[in-house]
C-alpha cells in the first residue's frame, strides 16, 4: 500500500521531533559533563592536586640528636655513639624468616632474637622497617653490604646511640634511656610524634628522664616517594631538625669518681656539697652498676645479678634510701633548745647512762653515763642523756619546725628518680599517720634521731651545708642549659640566731678535735683544713632488757642486716666553710669508725682538687692511707673520654 505525500509529511516531523528530543538530551548532558569536567579540573583543581600528592609522597619523622651531659668542667658523662643497625622490611623481604636465617649466618642472631624480630614484624605494618640487630661492628655492618643481593629487605642503617662513658659513676645520677613503652605513653598528654617512631629511645630514670624535654629535642623530616602499597622509591627532601639541649652539670666528674671508688662495694651513700651555692659536687651510691647494659637491652642474667645482690645496686640511696639519722639529729634538737631559750650553751645535765621517763629507762650509748655535760661536750662525746632531758623541755612540735628549717622532711628540687621527702614527725603528723597521740616516749626516742624520724644522705647534707654556712641553702645539680649558665639563687640568712649556730659549730669542731671526740680519730691536723663533724649510729633492732644487763652484742658479732647503720656529717674548714658531706653506710656499725674515714677523705677531695695530702692525716696513720690512697683505680683526669658527639 501506497503512503500518502500527508503520511510522509507526518512521518518526517515525527523523526524530527525525536531527532530534537535526543540531541536536546545529549547537549545537555555534555553540558552538565562539562561543568562536571570545569568543576573537578578547575575549581576543585588545588584540593585535587593535594589528595594525589598525599597519595604519592609520605613524610616521615628523622630522630633527633640527644643532647649531651656533661660535668661542671666540660668532661662528658653522657654522649651519643655512631650505631650500626640493620632493619628488616617485611613487604620486600617476601620469607622473613628465610631471610633472617641467612642473615644469622652473617652475624650472631640467636633464635630467640630472631623470634622476637617475627613477633615484632607481625605487629607492624608491611612496609614499617624493624630493627633486626644494631651496635654492630663495622665489619659485620660491610659484611650485610656486601651479601645485599641475597637479603632482600634487609637495609644496613647508621643512626646515633646512647652511651656513658663514665659507667657506673653517674649510673644513679644521670640513669640511662631505654625504648619507649606503652606505660611511657599513658603518662603523656600530647605525646611528641617522635615517641611512636619504633624503638625510639627516651630517658627513663635519673637526669635523663627528667630533663627529658630539654634533652631529646626537634624532630626533623624527610619526604620520600611510596608507590600505591607504600613501598619507598626515592628520598625527594630532607630536613634536619633540631638536636637537644646539652646540659651541664654542678657534678665535678672526678670527685664522683673518687667518691663512688671510695665506697667500693659498700652498700653506701655519700653527698658532697658547696655549702654557699648549693651544687652538688657529688652524689654517689653504691654499689652501682653499668647503665650501658639497659641502653643496649640487659639480659636475664645480668638483671638477676643486680635485683639478687642485697646490698641493692639498682637502688639510689643518696635520695631514695630513708634511714634514722641517728646522733647526727642532735644538732636539730640542740638549736631548738637553745632557740626556744629552755637552754644555754652552759646549761649542764648530769648522765648516768641512762633516763627515766613515766617508769621507762632510756638508755645512753656509754652504759657508765657522761657525767655532767653542757652544749659542747654533750655533742663531743654524743651524750644521749643530755638531747633526752632538753627534748622533752623543749617539746617535739619545735623540734621538728627546726628539722623542717634545715632541710630535714622535705623533698628536695632536683631532676632525679624516687627522690624521698623522709619524715619530720610533730603531734598532728602521728594523729594523721597513725590515728595515736604523740607520747613522752616518741619525743626522747626522736631527741637522737631514732622513733619516727626518717632522713636521706642528701636532706643530711643540706642540713650540714646550712648550720655550716647560716643560710637556707637548696641543692642543685644543674648548672647550664645548652651555653646558657643557670645562676645559684640567692639563699636567705637561717631565722636563727647566729650565735646559736655559733655554739652548735663549736661541738662540732670538739667532735673531730677534742680529746673525748667521738669523731677524733678520723680528723684532718692540717691547720688549714680543720673539720667539724657529726657521727651517728642508728639501731635497726630493738635491744631488749636481758641483753643490756649481760652486755649488748657488738656489732662484728650480728648478721649484717641486724648491725646498726653508721653515719657522719661534716663541713671544712671549719672558721671558713666551703663544703659539706653526708654519709650513711648501711649496717656499717658504728659512724665513726664506717662513716667518718669516708667522709673525710671526700672533703679532703674536695678542699685539695686533687688526691687527699698524707699531711693532712694524724702521722700515726699516714702508712695505712697511703697504702688506701695508692689500691684505689681511680679514672685518669687527663684520659681521653670515649663516646662520641653528634657527629
Known sequence: ???????????????????????????????????????????????????????????????????????????????????????????????????????????????????????????????????????????????????????????????????????????????????????????????????????????????????????????????????????????????????????????????????????????????????????????????????????????????????????????NKTVQGLYPPGSTFKMVTALAALQDGVITPGTGVYCPGHYEVGGRRFHCWKRSGHGTVSLHSALAESCDVYFYDIALKVGIDKIAEMGRLLGLGQRHDLPMSAIAAGVMPDKAWKQESYGQEWRIGDTVNASIGQGYVLTSPLQLAVMTARIASGKAVTPRLVHAIGSEVQPAPEAPPLPIDPQYLAEVRRGMFEVMNAQRGTAKSSRIVDETMLMAGKTGTAQVRNIGTAERESGVRKNESLPWRLRDHALFVCYAPHDKPKYAVAVVVEHGGGGSTAAAPLARDLLLRCLTGGMPPLSAYPAAQRGRIETQLKEMKLRSPDSPMPGKSRA
Do not use: C
Not at 585535587?48 to 666540660?74: H, M, T, V, W
Not at 620520600?224 to 619507598?232: A, D, Q, T
Open 1 to 315: 500500500m501506497r503512503r500518502t505525500p500527508r503520511d510522509t509529511e507526518e512521518s518526517t516531523r515525527g523523526v524530527r521531533r525525536r531527532a530534537l528530543l535526543m540531541g536536546g538530551a545529549m547537549a545537555g548532558f555534555v553540558a552538565v559533563l562539562g561543568a562536571r569536567m570545569r568543576y573537578l579540573q578547575i575549581d576543585q583543581a588545588d584540593q585535587f592536586k593535594l589528595l594525589a600528592e598525599e597519595n604519592r609522597i609520605n613524610i616521615r619523622l628523622i630522630p633527633p640528636a640527644r643532647g649531651l651531659i656533661f660535668d661542671r668542667n666540660g668532661k662528658l658523662i653522657a654522649g651519643n655513639e655512631q650505631n650500626y643497625r640493620i632493619v628488616i622490611t617485611r613487604e620486600d623481604a617476601g620469607d622473613v624468616e628465610l631471610v633472617l636465617k641467612r642473615l644469622s649466618q652473617l652475624i650472631p642472631l640467636t633464635q630467640d632474637e630472631i623470634d622476637k624480630t617475627l613477633k615484632e614484624v607481625e605487629r607492624r605494618s608491611s612496609f614499617v622497617p624493624i630493627i633486626v640487630a644494631d651496635r654492630l661492628s663495622w665489619e659485620e655492618f660491610s659484611k650485610i653490604a656486601l651479601n645485599a643481593p641475597s637479603l632482600p629487605g634487609v637495609t644496613p642503617e647508621v643512626g646515633l646511640s646512647r652511651v656513658y662513658p663514665r659507667d657506673t659513676d653517674f649510673a644513679h645520677v644521670v640513669g640511662y634511656v631505654g625504648p619507649v613503652s606503652e606505660k611511657d605513653l599513658e603518662g603523656i598528654e600530647n605525646p611528641d610524634p617522635v615517641l611512636q617512631i619504633p624503638k625510639f629511645q627516651i630517658g627513663k630514670i635519673g637526669v635523663e628522664r627528667w630533663t627529658e624535654d630539654l634533652l631529646r629535642g626537634r624532630a626533623g623530616q624527610k619526604r620520600i616517594e611510596v608507590n600505591h602499597v607504600g613501598r619507598v622509591m626515592r628520598e625527594l627532601e630532607r630536613i634536619e631538625g633540631d638536636p637537644g639541649n646539652d646540659l651541664r652539670l654542678t657534678i665535678d666528674a672526678d670527685i664522683q669518681n673518687f667518691a663512688q671508688v671510695r665506697l667500693g662495694e659498700e652498700s653506701a651513700a655519700m653527698v658532697a656539697m658547696d655549702v654557699e651555692t648549693g651544687d652538688v659536687l657529688a652524689i654517689a651510691s653504691g654499689p652501682s652498676f653499668d647503665p650501658n647494659l639497659f641502653v643496649r637491652g640487659i639480659s636475664r642474667k645480668d638483671y638477676s645479678v643486680l635485683t639478687e645482690n642485697d646490698h641493692r645496686p639498682l637502688a
